[in-house]
């Protein structure tokens, strides 16, 4: 299976979060969250499961859940064993689900992505990794389709 744009943003989202002082696990669950948010976002949020309203597939699921802020980005949060953890439709983003959806995609590969992308965002200013605009304009836009296209070609699953 090739690496997609999903994948790309979900790295590039861990490695803002983790340069920005998350431990890992967080950092990992904050990639994911975002990911499935810029994701659902290109669909127009179409309803999710379970919601039963048109246009509220990502939103909370519960009255009082908290929420957490990296610079001007917001998702909600919820605490797994001690760890800071991301919600989006009522689903916890974990370690466990950003190696099925993210990692898997990598072959062996990963952890040569993850040192890449964590240099890669750490040569960025401060301000404008707490910019969810300026991110995604300025670091994740424009090596978006070459990192997807490099990371299939390095991981060797192009074909599988």
Known sequence: MKVSRFQVMAVLQAARAYALGLPLDSAQS???NRAIFIAAAKRGFKAGAGTGR???GVRGTAKGEQTFSLGDDMAYKTARKGALLFTIGGE???TEAFERQ???RFGGTFPDVWKEAL???KGFDKDVLLSSNDFFNTVYKPVRDQ???RWTQASGLNDK
């Open 30 to 32: 904050w990639g994911l």
């Open 54 to 56: 048109k246009g509220s």
């Open 92 to 94: 916890v983003q974990t």
């Open 102 to 104: 993210v990692v898997s």
């Open 119 to 121: 240099g890669y965002v």
């Open 147 to 149: 990192l997807a296209a």
